[in-house]
């Protein structure tokens, strides 16, 4: 089955500090990715859509100089949580879109676990 | 914006006994997700189901889609503790963007 990737699965850093995930799929070309957020006991939210080529587009209330978006291949798209706050602490999970003859499906990568302190 | 709900929240069964979560939507549903997830982890894709009607199923997990799309139920038989974990339906927004929505979770409890 189609894989994708995220790195790294977990990071501490101090408040302040920029922080680079990294999302990848593995064994196919993806145009679109999707970033969730997800607080403890909470469900995923979108936070905002990568588009390989192209201006990341945001959901509302998430601030995009916030959260850089970066989505140079079809195989990676980054976020870069900047100035970094123990607020922005959360559970950070991709998704990329594989379109094959039984539709479009979307894989999730482990997750990104950020701490900020 | 599409609005998911899962019911119940939370469910504590008796090792081997059935049971089932419900994902209500507000509009039709384009696409609708299950995914298992331990907390703190990534998402295990249990199905996808697109169709009215549609009822797929793997191992001991059965999930369906109402005729009219706007709800849909897993079922788990003969439960065991590695069925255990939080349970997440998600919803595309619109047909072929698989910008998903997804619903509060349902945490669900094995006993022995």
């Known amino acids: 089955g189609a894989v994708v990737s995220q790195h790294p699965s977990w990071v501490i850093c101090k408040s302040g500090t920029s922080v680079k995930i990294e999302c990848r799929s593995l064994?196919?070309?993806?145009?679109?990715m999707f970033w969730y957020r997800q607080f403890p006991k909470q469900s995923l939210m979108l936070m905002a859509t990568?588009?390989?080529?192209?201006?990341?587009?945001?959901e509302q209330g998430v601030e995009k100089d916030k959260f850089l978006i970066n989505h140079a291949s079809l195989t990676l798209s980054t976020l870069t949580v900047t100035s970094a706050h123990p607020e922005d602490s959360s559970f950070y999970i991709c998704s990329a879109c594989r379109t094959g003859r039984d539709g479009t499906e979307a894989f999730f990568g482990q997750g990104t676990r950020l701490t900020v302190v | 914006s599409q609005e998911l709900e899962q019911s119940p929240q939370s469910l504590i069964v008796q090792e081997g006994k059935n049971l089932t979560i419900n994902c209500t939507s507000s509009?039709?549903?384009?696409?609708l997700y299950w995914y298992k997830q331990k907390y703190g982890e990534g998402l295990i894709f249990l199905m996808m189901l697109q169709k009215g009607g549609e009822e797929k199923s793997h191992e001991k997990i059965t999930a369906k889609l109402d005729e009219k799309k706007q709800q849909s139920s897993l079922h788990i038989t003969a439960s065991q503790p590695s069925h255990a974990g939080i349970y997440l339906c998600g919803a595309a927004r619109e047909f072929g963007n698989e910008k998903l929505t997804f619903g509060t979770g349902t945490r669900l409890t094995i006993i022995p």
């Open positions: 990568s588009n390989e080529g192209s201006k990341a587009t945001y």
């Open positions: 509009k039709t549903l384009y696409g």
């Open positions: 064994d196919f070309q993806a145009t679109t």
